[in-house]
Nanobody
Framework: QIQLVESGGGSVQAGGSLRLSCAASGGTFSGSTMAWFRQTPGKEREFVAAIRWSVTSYTDSVKGRFTISRDNAKNTVYLQMNSLKPEDTAIYYC???????????????????WGQGTQVTVSS
């Protein structure tokens, strides 16, 4: 059973930066598509970014500000968040599915495993 543990959340002022990490265990990380989603109260979980092999995808609102990357030797995926805005405030979740699954990238239903989430708060 794959387990995902996020870290790196916190509180920053607008314009600041944070780097989220998601450590995976229990599976073959190099064969996984990894993604970050975020969620605010009363709203659906929203796709942020994904990485499949070395190919990355982003939602439009974070393009040019966020960077997803992975270190297969450390079984870890990262989300570098720069130029943060108050609207980026959310709980950020790491998600995983085997890359061999021919599915989309942006729906929560496309992923099999989830972390517990880490809070990111951006103040104006």
């Amino acid at each position: 059973q794959i387990q995902l543990v996020e870290s790196g959340g916190g509180s920053v002022q607008a314009g600041g930066s944070l780097r989220l990490s998601c450590a995976a265990s229990g599976g073959t990380f190099s064969g996984s598509t990894m993604a970050w989603f975020r969620q605010t109260p009363g709203k659906e979980r929203e796709f942020v970014a994904a990485i499949r092999w070395s190919v990355t995808s982003y939602t439009d609102s974070v393009k040019g500000r966020f960077t997803i990357s992975r270190d297969n030797a450390k079984n870890t995926v990262y989300l570098q968040m720069n130029s943060l805005k108050p609207e980026d405030t959310a709980i950020y979740y790491c998600a995983e599915r085997p890359t061999i699954k021919a599915m989309g990238l942006t729906s929560p239903h496309d992923y099999d495993h989830w972390g517990q989430g880490t809070q990111v708060t951006v103040s104006s």
